[in-house]
């Protein structure tokens, strides 16, 4: 059983054949070029002008966060619950950090201080990581709309495209990053969409990169009502685990301010990576944020940079799950788990 949906999604095997379908790595020059229509077709879906490759990590995204910058003559502002690539590079420029309040929402006090100080490139998640609550675009664009006429807003979709959620707001203003990787292609790979009067240098593209993006979108329901997720009563599954642990399980997050399918659980006491090992023996695979995820023996950074301690930070579990049937069971699982973690006093 996989609670880890939304921070280990299956790779989708179908799109990375389609990645590397190449007999060589640079078009005919004298043939029409397959990589232009596919990304023509698909800025078309996404509602943008211009799309270019970009890789995924924080070196690469440090060329494009230091290109805005210039462009935009600006910092960059940047929320902590970026991805952690997203993070590492925007911290590493002259830059803004916007933190997160302890309902999960970002603290609009310090955005607007952001706006004041000359901040023109604001860079957010749909979903913020590790703990999973939802930043709502329309009150952002609109908080910062009201404030000034030029920025450049890069809102980075690839958790809520997961879901299955489409675009919902639709101005030039808006730029979209999309992590491949999130929706099952390979790592290291990802697309900048944007409509801005934005001037690039040439950047060599695989041929097929958004043939295969598009064909993973498709997969993901992203291009339809309908979402890539079964809905389940979040609130059931806490009430079962409230049953069995009583105050020794609470959240991080508010149910009402998280994306579906997802919780923020807060295990009182333990290191959640020692839970975790123990349902790896169970065969339930989890996470408890970013760095388990890496491999990085330390707790969550959005966590504390939303000023819980190491230890506090420790007891997260990221819930978040594509499909389930029996939610009792998921509960009894990690209440035993807990309990028997409690029992030996680790």
Partial sequence: MHIEFLHNPPLNKKANEILINLDF????????????????????????????????DSLSLQGLFTYLAKRFNSEICYGIGNHQQVFLAASMLSSREILLLKDG???????????????????????NQDIFSVNDLDEIFNFIKKRIDE???????SLSFLQGEGIKLVDDRIAYLVNAETIGLVRGLGAFFYSLDLEFCHISENARFFEALEYALVDCCVFVEQKNIELFNREDLFKYLRDALGECINLFVPIKNSASNTLALR??????????????????????????????????????????????SRELISLSIKAISDLEKLALILAQSYKQIKAIGL
């Fill in 25 to 56: 790595p640079n078009e005919n020059i004298f043939l029409p070029s397959v990589c232009r229509e596919n990304k023509e077709r698909l800025l078309e879906k996404i509602g943008k002008k211009k799309a270019i490759q970009i890789g995924f």
């Fill in 267 to 312: 295990f009182a006491g333990i290191k959640a990576r020692l839970l975790l090992q123990d349902l790896f023996i169970k065969e339930v695979y989890g996470a408890n944020g970013q760095e388990c995820l890496f491999g990085l023996f330390r707790p969550s950074f959005v966590l504390q940079k939303m000023g819980y301690s190491e230890n506090e």
């Fill in 151 to 157: 920025f450049c807003l890069v809102w980075d979709v």
């Fill in 105 to 127: 929402k970002i603290d609009f006090d310090l955005l607007n201080e952001a706006i004041v100080s000359g901040c023109r490139v604001f860079i957010f998640p749909s979903i």
